[in-house]
């Protein structure tokens, strides 16, 4: 028998009963010693009898399942005084037991509502859906001069680590036609030079175009010629004349992460944003994080003295953003901080393993619908959908 009471120790070879009852014997004493009225309301300092002293020390003798039978039952044969002292000790332990109660319900509650999705139906084929919804949560940090109510100057947009854009090319068609997005950034594409403007091409509407990068880890098995990581930008642009500016970088700057950047611009925009999209594997990030470090911050450097002033950076880090208690990512965080940008993306963006892992993070540019959607036939990643702006000043605006 177990008892939550405040202030009854509990142990497994029957000490919360000796506890127990010896606090009982000893309020029994102090009770008819001179803490207890007599019958006519007349305090009473009479010793207590020879039989009452006998009734007490007999309490004490008992063995746990005796007195587990006391507590319940009754301690028939002793005094009023005794019997009372015991129901009040049964009733607080009652009342300890269902406090007990109340706090695991409480707890359970609690554990199933913070629960998250982490799997779909086998069957689950849905076009429209393309998986569930896990969660749904705006994350914009930043404020516009000009907020408008109706999302005028919100660009849909999404990012999804795909892992082999050639084995999902209908899915990729599908997220970006069904989600209506006007770019899509996407990692380990796996695509070779030979063969990512096919690929891209099939998976791309009539309206879009799209920059790719090759990946830089070793080659994929069984596939010559093309290797793991790669990341790609596609974008809507109607301007069939040209494509859209893509930031090329000096060769002098050879950063760790597979990295793909280029100049945004849309109708729906005041300012162009520049939208850059970068890879780097779990191995990598660990072997050579001071590196990362390094040429992320000189990345931002670049586009700084390019004179970009909006910039959305997406990728998948392989930093596990969900442990604070990370020492690189408690680097990344200041880093972060130091350069004046957000990072939107909370909770798990991959299954199994539950880490936040897919980040989008910002230069003044609004975010907000932030969405991250799980499909196990498309990837182990989340999809993670979202609307951007530009955080616009006067001087900025297009004339």
């Not at 009898?49 to 039978?69: H, I, P």
């Not at 982490?118 to 859906?129: I, K």
């Not at 998976?203 to 093309?226: C, N, Y």
């Not at 109607?238 to 970088?249: A, G, L, Y």
Request: proline share 4%; net charge negative.
């Amino acid at each position: 028998m177990g008892f939550g009471a405040p202030g009854f120790a509990t142990s497994a070879s029957g000490g919360p009963i000796r506890l127990l009852f010896d606090s009982f014997a000893q309020f029994c004493q102090n009770f008819t010693e001179g803490n207890s009225g007599s019958g006519n309301g007349v305090q009473s300092n009479k010793p207590k009898s020879e039989e009452q002293a006998a009734k007490s020390e007999k309490v004490r003798d008992m063995d746990s399942s005796e007195l587990e039978g006391t507590l319940h039952v009754g301690a028939s044969g002793m005094s009023k005084e005794e019997e009372m002292a015991i129901e009040l000790m049964n009733q607080q332990t009652n009342q300890a037991t269902n406090n007990d109660q109340d706090e695991d319900d409480v707890k359970r509650r609690k554990s199933e509502s913070a629960t998250t999705v982490s799997s779909v139906s086998e069957n689950d084929t849905t076009a429209s859906s393309l998986g569930i919804e896990s969660e749904e949560y705006s994350t914009s940090f930043a404020t516009s001069d000009k907020e408008s109510s109706d999302g005028e100057g919100y660009l849909p947009g999404a990012l999804l680590n795909v892992r082999s854009m050639s084995k999902h090319i209908d899915e990729v068609l599908e997220v970006i036609e069904n989600h209506k997005l006007d770019f899509l950034c996407t990692t380990e594409t796996w695509l070779n030079p030979s063969n990512y403007n096919t690929v891209l091409s099939a998976a791309s509407p009539s309206t879009f175009k799209f920059h790719h990068e090759a990946g830089q880890d070793e080659p994929v098995r069984g596939v010559e010629g093309t290797v793991y990581g790669g990341v790609a930008i596609q974008y809507k642009d109607e301007n069939k004349e040209k494509e859209q500016e893509r930031i090329c970088f000096s060769p002098t700057f050879k950063p760790v992460f597979d990295i793909v950047a280029m100049v945004l611009e849309n109708d729906k925009l005041e300012v162009p944003v520049v939208l850059v999209n970068l890879y780097i594997s779990p191995k990598k990030i660990k072997a050579h994080f001071g590196e990362f470090v390094r040429h992320f911050e000189e990345l931002l450097c670049i586009l700084k003295k390019k004179g970009y002033d909006h910039v959305i950076i997406t990728g998948d880090f392989n930093i596990h953003m969900d442990n604070p208690e990370d020492p690189s990512v408690q680097t990344f965080c200041d880093l972060l901080v130091r350069l004046g940008l957000n990072q939107h993306t909370h909770g798990a963006t991959r299954y199994p393993g539950g880490h936040t892992l897919d980040l989008v993070i910002t230069l003044d540019v609004a975010i907000r619908k932030m969405k991250k959607v799980y499909n196990k036939k498309l990837s182990d990643h989340c999809l993670i959908l979202f609307e951007a702006r530009p955080v616009t000043r006067r001087r900025d605006v297009k004339k």
